[in-house]
């Protein structure tokens, strides 16, 4: 079978617009695939084979799986749409629905407010590398992903009106208003970057990831990822009263479906909703206590960009 990779690639990176890391993600399933068969042809037979290795050895993690799982279908599907042999790659896609990866509850970390007041403490500003990762931080707790942080330009970022521009998946864009707290930071990394060039930042994901870890061991925090900064700003927001579409909008999320999983509601929040916003709660018979809208910005611009 003539896997055409290449083709793929290409249609994912000028058709879906999906950033490189992206692309490696997507292209890793069908690839293993190819490996796994070797000569053998694809079959329904051999991709419940490879999955039935996959799940028996015990070594891959289930949400892993669950996702090669996804991204598989999306290759199978593209293949049939474009390259032919439409009745076998359709029973290959009927035998990859029909799969079922074990279940696995993921096991999130969200930071506090105190521990996010605590994490962006340990970057050195009296560095670059300090800055760069102080200011890269300050953007992630913004909501933005870490390729979107990275992938920054200069004319991005509108200092005197005080927001971002993101290009997000599928070079959707968005705007979103910098804190004020994070604009003094932001203003004093660009001040002092290199100007030789319009990138914000030189340093590759992993590298930031390694980086990132360290700050957070020294903080207390354990070994974490950058994507922990999206999950608890959704989850604080949420506990602030925060409309939930902005939070979406923030985000960056077409489905909503999807920033309902980034929220991770606590007793804390159970308490506030019925000490405060209950309607029995409020001394004012029956009226419910005012949501504060912290981002009231980004809900202005949400309505411009529906």
Same mark, same amino acid.
Not at 68 to 81: C, D, F, P, V
Not at 102 to 129: G, H, M, W
Not at 280 to 301: F, M, N, T, Y
């Given at each position: *079978?003539?896997?055409?990779?290449?083709?793929?690639?290409?249609? +994912?990176?000028?058709?879906?617009? !999906?950033?490189?890391? =992206?692309?490696?993600?997507?292209?890793?399933?069908?690839?293993? +695939?190819?490996?796994?068969?070797?000569?053998?042809?694809?079959?329904?037979?051999?991709?419940?084979?490879?999955?039935?290795?996959?799940?028996?050895?015990?070594?891959?993690?289930?949400?892993?799986?669950?996702?090669? /799982?996804?991204?598989?279908?999306? %290759?199978?599907?593209?293949?049939? @749409?474009?390259?032919?042999?439409?009745?076998?790659? #359709?029973?290959?896609?009927?035998?990859?629905?029909?799969?079922?990866?074990?279940?696995?509850?993921?096991?999130?970390?969200?930071?506090?407010?105190?521990?996010?007041?605590?994490?962006?403490?340990?970057?050195?500003?009296?560095? $670059? #590398?300090? +800055?760069?990762?102080?200011?890269? *931080?300050?953007?992630?707790?913004?909501?933005?992903?870490?390729?979107?942080?990275?992938?920054?330009?200069?004319?991005? &970022?509108? +200092? /005197?009106?005080?927001?971002?521009? &993101?290009?997000?998946?599928?070079?959707?864009?968005?705007?979103? %208003?910098?804190?004020?707290?994070?604009?003094?930071?932001?203003?004093?990394? *660009?001040?002092?970057?290199?100007?030789?060039?319009?990138?914000?930042?030189?340093?590759?994901?992993?590298?930031?990831?390694?980086?990132?870890?360290?700050?957070? /061991?020294?903080?207390? !925090?354990?070994?974490?990822?950058?994507? @922990?900064? /999206?999950? $608890?700003?959704?989850?604080?927001?949420?506990?602030?009263?925060?409309?939930?579409?902005?939070?979406?909008?923030?985000?960056?999320?077409?489905?909503?479906?999807?920033?309902?999983?980034?929220?991770?509601?606590?007793?804390? !929040?159970?308490?506030?909703? *019925?000490? @405060?916003?209950?309607?029995? =709660? $409020?001394?004012?018979?029956?009226r419910a206590a005012p949501i504060p809208i912290s981002v009231q910005p980004s809900l202005e611009l949400l309505g411009n960009n529906s």
């Amino acid at each position: *079978m003539n896997w055409r990779l290449n083709d793929y690639e290409d249609w +994912l990176r000028y058709e879906r617009g !999906l950033r490189e890391e =992206s692309i490696r993600s997507y292209l890793q399933p069908p690839v293993l +695939l190819s490996k796994f068969l070797g000569r053998d042809p694809l079959s329904p037979d051999a991709v419940r084979g490879w999955f039935r290795q996959m799940i028996a050895g015990g070594r891959i993690k289930a949400s892993s799986i669950a996702l090669r /799982r996804q991204t598989l279908s999306i %290759y199978l599907n593209w293949y049939e @749409t474009h390259c032919g042999d439409g009745d076998n790659i #359709i029973r290959c896609i009927h035998a990859l629905r029909k799969i079922r990866p074990p279940r696995y509850k993921p096991n999130r970390r969200c930071f506090t407010e105190d521990e996010v007041a605590r994490l962006l403490r340990q970057p050195d500003l009296s560095t $670059s #590398i300090g +800055l760069r990762d102080r200011t890269a *931080m300050e953007f992630l707790y913004m909501g933005l992903r870490i390729g979107e942080v990275l992938a920054l330009r200069v004319e991005d &970022v509108d +200092l /005197r009106a005080g927001i971002v521009r &993101v290009l997000g998946k599928g070079n959707k864009e968005r705007h979103i %208003y910098i804190p004020w707290e994070s604009l003094r930071i932001i203003s004093r990394f *660009m001040s002092a970057r290199d100007r030789k060039s319009n990138r914000l930042f030189h340093i590759q994901p992993d590298g930031f990831r390694k980086s990132f870890s360290g700050h957070t /061991r020294a903080a207390g !925090l354990g070994h974490q990822t950058p994507h @922990t900064f /999206r999950h $608890s700003l959704a989850t604080i927001l949420t506990e602030r009263g925060v409309d939930p579409t902005a939070i979406q909008y923030i985000l960056g999320h077409e489905d909503f479906q999807t920033t309902r999983r980034y929220i991770h509601s606590g007793p804390s !929040l159970g308490r506030e909703a *019925m000490l @405060t916003r209950h309607p029995r =709660s $409020s001394p004012g018979r029956g009226r419910a206590a005012p949501i504060p809208i912290s981002v009231q910005p980004s809900l202005e611009l949400l309505g411009n960009n529906s």
